[in-house]
């Protein structure tokens, strides 16, 4: 499944379920939370439990996005890619080939790390204010480095 789905439907989900009820709700509240069955709701099946075989009809992930969900290669080949990947891998004589599943297998096993990464680097802006204050401190920080290389530059040739 592609990262930019999930991050996506990830986003909006945050924002239709915790923003507007972290106005109303205290934060024991949020605390009572199942997170676990957000992640069954957010994260396709293999996300959530390695070598399982795909069934469509058990999967609990929903969409929060306006997008159409893309099927992943589970979904397409209606069994585990990388079980297709290891096959085509043992069956080919072709060096290249199996470059290439090699490189594939290495991609699709560090999926989940990959989108963990992703998101945890997300930023979630959802108000005017927050949004502004957010360009300012960064426009404030380009400055500073701005001056703290200048001020480098010129230690350097006052020697």
């Known amino acids: 499944m592609r990262e930019d789905f999930v991050i996506e439907n990830i986003v909006q989900f945050f924002k239709d379920t ?10 024991k509240d949020i605390e009572k939370f199942e997170y676990e069955n957000y992640l ?10 390695v070598g399982a075989s795909y069934n469509e009809s058990q999967s609990q992930m929903k969409n ?5 969900e893309i099927k992943s290669f ?6 585990p890619f990388i079980e297709s990947l290891l096959m085509g891998f043992f069956f ?7 470059n290439s599943i090699i490189n594939l297998l290495e991609r699709s096993c560090n999926e989940k790390g990959s989108l963990k990464d992703s998101v945890e680097k997300l930023e979630l802006l959802f108000s005017e204010e927050h949004k502004n204050l957010y360009n300012k401190i960064g426009k404030k920080l380009n400055v500073l480095k701005n001056l703290t290389s200048n001020a480098q ?7």
Request: aromatic share 18%; net charge positive.
């Open 18 to 27: 915790f923003i507007e009820k972290a106005y109303a709700d205290t934060s």
């Open 40 to 49: 069954k709701m957010l994260l396709p099946d293999s996300y959530l439990e």
């Open 64 to 68: 929060f996005t306006k997008f159409k």
């Open 74 to 79: 589970d979904a397409i080949l209606e069994r």
């Open 92 to 98: 080919t004589n072709s060096a290249p080939l199996q």
């Open 153 to 159: 530059v010129f230690l350097f040739y006052k020697k």
